[in-house]
């Protein structure tokens, strides 16, 4: 199971007549069953703070079934893709905004047994526990009509299920797959056993 902790967007593209968007996310499963976020009305900044656990397998061979490294190179990559409603009185319509392609490795993930200690975890958490690079101050800013009311900068620090999330990181968000950025995505991910998941 994944575990994925999407905290907000920024820089969204308008969708709407106002300069604004109705955004949402949804997460396909290797099922394709959908897993989203609730809807968050006239933002092109988000803030979502949604934990959601969805399936996925890897095919690695038996000789690396156990090496952590191993199953995170051979992850599928995790598609984020952020939708904008529109409702009136007659009908709901959905619009494509962007999409996030984004491979474990390259993240911000980690590997959890059933006892949540952490088996493995991606270069980015190693280089932020070794101080190896300045995390990016990104993190803590808000983009320009953020919504304050909405921003909790310890949500990092709460847990889920008994979980402590990692720390998040951002990532491009594309309308085409080799189109220039259209947004960003605030996201974390763990692997964890199907016991640890929502119901």
């Not at 394709?32 to 968050?40: E, F, N, S, Y």
């Not at 909405?150 to 491009?172: F, L, Q, R, S």
């Not at 220039?180 to 119901?199: H, K, N, R, Y």
């Amino acid at each position: 199971m994944v575990r994925a902790y999407i905290y907000q967007c920024r820089n969204l593209p308008p969708a709407d007549d106002n300069g604004l968007a109705d955004p949402y996310v949804k997460i396909w499963d290797q099922k394709l069953k959908v897993t989203a976020t609730k809807i968050v009305y006239k933002s092109l900044n988000p803030v979502f703070y949604s934990v959601k656990d969805f399936s996925m397998d890897v095919l690695i061979s038996s000789g690396n079934s156990e090496d952590p490294e191993k199953i995170f190179e051979n992850f599928p990559p995790i598609l984020l893709d952020i939708w904008d409603v529109d409702k009136d009185l007659m009908q709901t319509t959905k619009d494509y905004l962007c999409r996030a392609h984004i491979h474990l490795n390259e993240g911000s993930a980690r590997m959890l047994d059933k006892e949540h200690n952490v088996t493995y975890e991606s270069e980015y958490i190693r280089e932020i526990k070794n101080k190896n690079f300045k995390v990016d101050s990104r993190l803590q800013q808000k983009p320009k009509n953020f919504d304050l009311t909405h921003y909790d900068d310890t949500i990092c620090d709460k847990e889920v299920n008994g979980i402590k999330p990692p720390p998040a990181k951002w990532h491009a968000c594309r309308t085409t797959p080799t189109g220039p950025m259209t947004g960003e995505i605030l996201v974390a991910f763990d692997i964890i056993s199907a016991q640890d998941a929502f119901p």
